[in-house]
C-alpha cells in the first residue's frame, strides 16, 4: 500500500505539470500572434493615417473651391457672362459637395486588449482574429483614401475650369461694353480694364475667377454705362459747342496721352470772373492719362485771349511727363521733377511764350529746361 503511493504521486506530479507546461506554451504562441498582428496593424495604421491625412487637406481646399464657385454663380448678372456658363458652374459645385461627403473618411476602433497574466488563449486568439480585420479595413481605407484624392483634384479642376470659362464670358462682355462706350471717361474705363484682365493698380482680388472679381467687374462695367450716359448729355448740351473745340486741341497735342476733362467756375480756388485756371492729375500706368480741371473763363475768352490757350497748353505740359520719352527729362537734374516749371517750360517750347504759359504764376523757366522741354514737344 505504502509502495503504491509512492509511485502514484510522481505520476499525477508528471501529468498536471504536462497539462500546465501545454497551456502556458499555447498562450505564449497566441500572444505571439497578437503581437505580430498588432506590428502590422501599427503600419496599416500609420499609413492610412498619412492617407486620411492628404484627404482631409484636400477636403478642406475643395470646400473653399465649392464656396467660390457657389459664390460666383450666385453672384451672377444679367448680360454678364452666359447664364449657361452659370448654371454649368451650379452643377459642378452640387458634384463637387457630393464627392466631399464621400470622402468622410474615419479610422476604424482598435481593439481593447487584454493583458493581464491570466488572460485565456482563446481571448488573445480573438484579439489577432480582430487585429488582423482592423489591418484590412486600414488597408482598405487607405485605397479608398487615395481614391477619394484623385476624385477631389479632379472636382476643384472641373470647378475651376468652370469658374475660368464663365469669367472669361462676362469679360468678354465687358470688352464688348467698353468698345461701345466711346465717350465714356478713361477714369471709368481704367477699372473695367483691370478687372477684365484681373491685374493692374486698381485690381486688388487675390483670387482669379472669383466672385470679388466678378462683383468688381460688374461694377466697373455699370460705371462704364453710366459715364457714357453722362459724357453724351454733357456732349449734347450747349456749352459743349465751345468746350469741345478746346478739349479736341488738348488731345491733338497730347501725343496719345489719354485726357478726361471737367469744366468749373471755381478751380483750384480760383473764380472764372477774375481768373484763367486749370489743374491736370496724372497716372502713368495703362497708357498714361489724365484729368484736366478747366474754369469756364477759359472757354469764355479762348478764342480771343491767347493767355486762355496757353493755359490749356500748360496743363496738357503736365500729363506728357507720362511718356517715355519725357520722363527721363522731366525727372533729370533739369528740372528736377518740378511739376510747374516742366509745364510752362514745355507750353513755351510748344509756342506759347505769354504769361498764361504759367510765367505769371510760377517765373519763366532757363532757357536750358525750355530746350529741354522741347525734345518731346
Known amino acids: 500500500m505504502n509502495d503504491g503511493i509512492k509511485w502514484g504521486l510522481p505520476v499525477l506530479g508528471a501529468a498536471a505539470l504536462g497539462t500546465l507546461g501545454l497551456v502556458l506554451g499555447t498562450t505564449a504562441l497566441a500572444d505571439g500572434v497578437v503581437a505580430r498582428s498588432v506590428i502590422a496593424g501599427a503600419v496599416a495604421e500609420s499609413r492610412a493615417e498619412e492617407a486620411l491625412g492628404d484627404l482631409r487637406g484636400a477636403t478642406t481646399l475643395a470646400r473653399g473651391q465649392v464656396l467660390e464657385g457657389e459664390a460666383l454663380a450666385g453672384a451672377f448678372v444679367d448680360g454678364l457672362g452666359d447664364p449657361a456658363l452659370a448654371e454649368a458652374l451650379t452643377a459642378d459645385v452640387a458634384s463637387a459637395r457630393e464627392i466631399i461627403d464621400d470622402a468622410a473618411l474615419e479610422l476604424p476602433e482598435p481593439p481593447a486588449y487584454d493583458h493581464g497574466p491570466l488572460t485565456p488563449v482563446w481571448t488573445s ?45 462676362a469679360a468678354a462682355d465687358a470688352q464688348a461694353v467698353l468698345d461701345a462706350s466711346t465717350v465714356a471717361s478713361y477714369e471709368s474705363r481704367v477699372p473695367a480694364m483691370h478687372a477684365i484682365a484681373q491685374d493692374g493698380e486698381t485690381w486688388l482680388v487675390e483670387q482669379d475667377d472669383s466672385a470679388e472679381g466678378y462683383q468688381q467687374l460688374a461694377a466697373a462695367v455699370a460705371a462704364v454705362r453710366a459715364s457714357q450716359t453722362a459724357e453724351t448729355a454733357r456732349r449734347a448740351a450747349p456749352e459743349y459747342a465751345s468746350r469741345g473745340p478746346i478739349e479736341e486741341f488738348a488731345r491733338s497735342i497730347a501725343h496719345g496721352v489719354h485726357l478726361d476733362f471737367a469744366w468749373d467756375h471755381v478751380v483750384n480756388g480760383l473764380s472764372s470772373d477774375e481768373w484763367y485756371s486749370g489743374t491736370a492729375q496724372y497716372w502713368y500706368g495703362d497708357g498714361g492719362w489724365a484729368k484736366l480741371h478747366l474754369s469756364y473763363s477759359i472757354d469764355w475768352s479762348y478764342a480771343d485771349d491767347v493767355n486762355a490757350k496757353a493755359v490749356v497748353v500748360h496743363e496738357v505740359g503736365h500729363t506728357q511727363v507720362v511718356r517715355p520719352e519725357c520722363t527721363p527729362i522731366f525727372e533729370s537734374a533739369v528740372f528736377g521733377s518740378d511739376d510747374e516749371m516742366w509745364a510752362t517750360a514745355w507750353a513755351i517750347a510748344a509756342g506759347y511764350d505769354v504769361p498764361g504759359s504759367g510765367i505769371e504764376a510760377y517765373g519763366r523757366p532757363s532757357d536750358e529746361q525750355i530746350a529741354e522741354a522741347g525734345r518731346c514737344v
Request: hydrophobic share 45%.
Open 125 to 169: 486568439l480573438a484579439e489577432a482574429v480582430a487585429t488582423q480585420e482592423r489591418t484590412a479595413r486600414l488597408a482598405e481605407l487607405e485605397q479608398e483614401a487615395e481614391s477619394g484624392l484623385a476624385g477631389l483634384h479632379d472636382a476643384e479642376q472641373q470647378l475651376a475650369e468652370a469658374r475660368s470659362a464663365f469669367y472669361a464670358d
